[in-house]
């Protein structure tokens, strides 16, 4: 089939698709898959499992023969010739939903070509137009050299800790494309590292601080309690501070973003620490804690740490706090780093614990993982960029940036859009990824299918050293 043909053919298909297409992504956005508590069969909770089962049933309407992998991953295939297989991969978990939504998260709602809610731009409308593009192909009629695997994630939020029993016991895909981050191509991630912050048993003015739902998460609002010392302290933009019964309650309200893009946001953690810094509510034991915090929320870029760097190919380090909680008078920060690589996760852990130490603190490492980068001039990253600009137009070139997509999980892979090139023109009642009244466009997400099925028509002619490396 011609690629001119290919298209006209998948732009028809769209429109008979559509509504089944929104209805299929308003029955995932209305399930709250957030990672919870393991359960047989449910490893990442309850809300995962429930997604996972609906995408299950939507894929066997569709006439596919649905797998599971021990409630970790699910997908299907459209056979090719060989059993050799390239893969599309998105995911069925979401962040919390937060706080500021003007929209209920775990309910879509359509306005004209938006769609509104909790995963319906990360990751779920994403993940069922990969669904359909291998229906398109089935009923297309066009003959595959490889076989198309659709993949189903359940936990790229809190992990990706999915695709280690996945890979267990399948194989890899000569190459996947992760539908979960912006067009032309994402060739690179910085590292991801997640750790803590653990200060000694506090019993000064301190009662209480809590803020944040996830390490990946720009807390948009902080609360702290301390012992009331007669006064009320001076007011400053952002913070809020009322008695209740015989304690101060103070509130910080910032700007809720993703933790890769923390230009996006104001952390309200670093406002709340550098109040009760200023004000003296903090007596002599917990200063040096909080001196700590303050250090870390001084900027997103990892300097009042002595952590900051960057590279050519992954730009700078990113670092931020993005949840914190205070338990038996021991308060923990989290702290999330999406690094390039000038720097290595055991580095950055003996950095880490130095300024600890130094505080009278500790720091706990939860994990990290090394970045990758996969050059331009390799033949599926000039294919990919190809497709894009058939369709689009546009000649944007690839780019790393510090997302952590289930790309850096597989052999050979890329997030490959679904997101515009460019910063993308929003209404006033759509927000961002993972923050309030996260929201994404129909039209973006069909000229993303266009784009998916040109590049994986071309890659057909691919051969599997070339996919592969």
């Known amino acids: ?48 499992r429930r997604a996972l089962d609906r995408a299950l049933e939507i894929a066997a309407r569709m006439g596919f023969e649905p797998h599971e992998q021990e409630g970790c991953m699910g997908w299907f295939d459209l056979p090719g010739e060989r059993e050799a297989h390239i893969a599309t991969i998105a995911h069925l978990d979401v962040v919390p939903a937060g706080e500021g939504w003007t929209f209920d998260p775990f309910r879509m709602e359509r306005r004209g070509d938006w769609l509104i809610g909790r995963g319906t731009d990360d990751d779920k409308g994403p993940l069922v137009y990969c669904m359909y593009l291998a229906k398109f192909f089935r009923e297309s009629g066009i003959k595959l050299r490889y076989t198309l695997r659709t993949l189903m994630g359940c936990n790229e939020e809190t992990g990706m800790g999915d695709v280690g029993p996945y890979l267990a ?36 003015n ?33 913070i809020e501070a009322a008695a209740e019964d015989g304690l101060l309650r103070i509130t910080a309200h910032g700007v809720g973003a993703h933790s890769a893009m923390p230009e996006r946001g104001k952390n309200a953690i670093g406002l709340l620490v550098d109040f009760l810094l200023a004000e003296g509510l903090t007596d002599e034991g917990e200063r040096p804690f909080f001196e700590l915090l303050h250090r870390l929320h001084l900027s997103p870029y990892g300097q009042g740490l002595d952590v900051d760097c960057k590279d050519d190919a992954l730009g700078a380090l990113t670092c931020v706090g993005g949840v914190i909680r205070m338990r038996d008078g021991v308060i923990r920060q989290n702290i999330n780093i999406r690094y390039p690589a000038a720097v290595t996760g055991p580095g950055l852990a003996e950095r880490l614990e130095a300024a600890a130490g130094a505080a009278g603190s500790a720091f706990s490492l939860i994990n990290y993982s090394e970045p990758f980068f996969i050059p331009e001039e390799d033949p599926v990253i000039r294919l990919l960029l190809d497709a894009h600009r058939e369709v689009t137009g546009s000649a944007a070139p690839a780019y790393a940036w510090g997302g952590g997509t289930y790309a850096r999980c597989f052999r050979r892979a890329v997030s490959f859009g679904p997101g515009l090139a460019g910063e993308e023109i929003k209404p006033d009642f759509v927000g961002d990824c993972h923050g309030p009244d996260e929201g994404t466009s129909l039209p973006t997400l069909d000229e993303s299918f266009l784009v998916y099925a040109l590049a994986i028509l071309r890659m057909q002619g691919l051969e599997p050293e070339e996919l592969g490396g």
């Open 206 to 238: 301190v009662v209480d601080i809590q803020a944040g739902e996830a390490s990946n998460m720009i807390p948009e609002r902080a609360v702290c309690l301390v012992k009331f010392r007669g006064r009320l302290p001076l007011g400053r933009e952002g």
């Open 1 to 48: 089939m011609k690629e001119t043909e290919l298209l006209q053919k998948a732009r028809e298909f769209l429109r008979k698709s559509r509504e089944d297409i929104v209805a299929d992504i308003g029955a995932l956005v209305d399930i709250p898959s957030v990672q919870g508590s393991p359960a047989p069969g449910a490893p990442f909770g309850e809300g995962p």
């Open 169 to 204: 016991a399948q194989p890899q895909p000569l190459f996947c494309l992760s539908s979960d981050a912006l067009f032309p191509v994402c060739n690179g991630e910085k590292g991801l590292f997640q750790g803590e912050f653990v200060s000694p048993k506090l019993e000064g």
